[in-house]
């Protein structure tokens, strides 16, 4: 295990720098990475292989190659959204908002429902991972597509009884 996560660690280094990273898309480690989200049993590890898949996502033409294995990587970090490990429900949520930058990575994301499968992670325990779901459906909104989902999200929401000690339970009283 040591040896592979100082690879990952290197990696990581040599992803810092744009030439590195240009290099490591250059021999596809995009698809290797994603790989190995479905492969890989250590959870120490598999958040460095989501870092490492963040930077090269944040490199230029790492949303491209992402976008060529696009069903495969979407779903392989919506697995992670649900992990008992925060770190790793965190990195996927932020990987999901960088494959969000780019165009096409939004019209995916929303054809997989990304925005509904996203909203339960607004009431995580965990502030980290609440803000990375906030800028993965910040950055999903930007689609028609993507605020239909949110106010049909939010309207069945608000069908449900609230909590006695809610504001707006007690605004529906005062009625």
Wanted: one cysteine or more; proline letters at 3%.
């Amino acid at each position: 295990m040591e040896i592979r996560s100082n690879a990952y660690t290197a990696m990581l280094a040599m992803s810092r720098m744009v030439e590195g990273a240009t290099v490591l898309i250059g021999i596809d480690m995009v698809a290797t990475l994603v790989d190995k989200l479905l492969h890989e049993s250590d959870e120490a590890i598999l958040v460095q292989v989501h870092e490492l898949l963040r930077q090269l996502l944040l490199v230029e033409g790492g949303t491209a190659k992402m976008v060529q294995i696009e069903d495969i990587a979407i779903e392989r970090l919506h697995t992670f959204v649900d992990s008992k490990n925060w770190q790793l429900r965190e990195a996927s949520l932020k990987n999901l908002y960088s494959f969000s930058f780019d165009y096409r990575g939004k019209q995916l994301m929303l054809q997989h429902r990304c925005v509904f499968r996203t909203l339960p992670s607004l009431k995580d325990p965990v502030l980290a991972v609440r803000t990375a779901a906030a800028l993965v459906l910040a950055s999903l909104v930007q689609f028609n597509q993507g605020k239909h989902e949110v106010s049909l999200s939010h309207s069945d929401h608000r069908q449900q009884p609230l909590p006695r000690h809610h504001p707006d339970a007690r605004c529906r009283e005062r009625r």
